[in-house]
Nanobody, 122 residues
Framework: VTLVESGGGLVQARGSLRLSCAAS????????MGWFRQAPGNEREFVAT????????YYAHSAKGRFAISRDSAKNTVYLQMNSPKPEDTAVYYC????????????????WGQGTQVTVSS
C-alpha cells in the first residue's frame, strides 16, 4: 500500500484545513487508518484513528472536539478535518494503515505516507 498525504499548508488559528490521504496499490477497505503528527524535536504522536468500515473513531485528547477523521471507500481516501487549529498543532502530519482498529502506537501501523506539513499561525 502506498499512501500519499496532501492538503497541508499554512492556516490561521481558528480557521480550518482538511488533510487527505490517498492510497494506491491496494484498497484501504480492510485497514484501520490513523493520523499521526510529529513536531521538530518531538516523538511522533497519535492524533486519530478510524475503523476499516468507517465504524468507530478514536481521538487523542488534544484533537477531540476539533478534528474529525473520515474515509471514502470509493475514493480509497482518508481525511482529517482540522477545525479551530492552534499553533501547537503545527507539525508534519502522517497517515498510516493498521490491521486492526484502536491502535494509538506508531509501531502498530504497517504502512505510512511521507507526511504533509501543517503550520498554524496565531
Amino acid at each position: 500500500v502506498t499512501l500519499v498525504e496532501s492538503g497541508g499548508g499554512l492556516v490561521q488559528a481558528r480557521g480550518s484545513l482538511r488533510l487527505s490521504c490517498a492510497a494506491s496499490g491496494r484498497t484501504l477497505s480492510s485497514y484501520a487508518m490513523g493520523w499521526f503528527r510529529q513536531a521538530p524535536g518531538n516523538e511522533r504522536e497519535f492524533v486519530a484513528t478510524i475503523g476499516s468500515g468507517g465504524v468507530g473513531a478514536y481521538y487523542a485528547h488534544s484533537a477531540k472536539g476539533r478534528f474529525a477523521i473520515s474515509r471514502d471507500s470509493a475514493k480509497n481516501t482518508v481525511y482529517l478535518q482540522m477545525n479551530s487549529p492552534k499553533p501547537e498543532d503545527t507539525a508534519v502530519y502522517y497517515c498510516a494503515a493498521a490491521s486492526l482498529f484502536g491502535y494509538t502506537s506508531p509501531s502498530r501501523y504497517n504502512y505510512w505516507g511521507q507526511g504533509t506539513q501543517v503550520t498554524v499561525s496565531s
